[in-house]
């Protein structure tokens, strides 16, 4: 890819649906991609009173300007390992520089480079709209870190319910005790199972079901 803002592929959404990133975050790439974010320079097109300058250097705000042109976000890039995908974007085009990315970076990697491109615009965003600034190396801990919570957060979805759940017998007064469990299952779905003793504790049956409706963990467990 030679880089000319007017040759380049569309951008491979559905590779991007795919990455382990929010919602919100997915949506704003969709925005970056389509170079749509209200910069300056997007605004001041269609509402000529409005400035089209960077908020922290004062050159045309284009997308590819704020998110790696101007100084304050090379500062945020340089000392980071993400370093080599931001210079894979060099005289690129964002959407250019996201399909490139998506030849060449590994997901994990264009996770990471996403998430700290969501978090320079919000620190644009703060410093425009809140006058606060974080240092540079700020914003990479905090994407790093913001990054790491969520996948902390996923992990934890995917986990089954009760995995150390023992059943608690307590003997009935007469006829059959049925203890009924439930767990979320980690390829979707729910599984519940009932176990049927009689009240000298014998086992009578065991009976398992597998839902293809996924509870949320507190549901599965209630
Ligand atoms: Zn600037």
């Not at 370093?83 to 690129?92: H, I, T």
Request: hydrophobic content about 35%.
């Amino acid at each position: 890819m030679n880089g000319s803002p007017e040759q380049y592929e569309p951008i491979d959404w559905s590779r991007l649906w795919h990455l382990q990133l929010p919602p919100k975050v997915r949506v704003f790439v969709w925005r970056w991609g389509s170079n749509i974010l209200p910069t300056g320079g997007n605004l001041a097109k269609r509402i000529p009173e409005v400035s089209d300058e960077c908020p922290f250097c004062g050159l045309v705000e284009t997308q590819e300007h704020i998110t790696r042109d101007c100084d304050w976000a090379g500062r945020i890039w340089r000392p980071s390992y993400l370093n080599k995908l931001f210079s894979m974007g060099e005289d690129q085009n964002c959407v250019s520089w996201i399909c490139e990315l998506l030849d060449q970076a590994k997901d994990e990697e264009i996770c990471e480079f996403l998430i700290t491109v969501w978090f320079i615009w919000k620190e644009r965003n703060n410093h425009q709209f809140n006058n606060r600034k974080l240092e540079e190396w700020e914003v990479v801990e905090r994407a790093q870190l913001y990054l790491e919570e969520y996948r902390r957060a996923q992990d934890r979805d995917l986990q089954p319910a009760r995995s150390n759940r023992r059943y608690k017998w307590e003997k009935p007064t007469m006829g059959y005790k049925a203890n009924v469990d439930a767990s979320v299952l980690k390829n979707g779905g729910t599984g519940v199972g009932m176990v049927v003793r009689d009240k000298e504790r014998k086992f009578v049956m065991a009976v398992v079901r597998r839902t293809r409706v996924t509870w949320q963990p507190e549901i599965a467990e209630a």
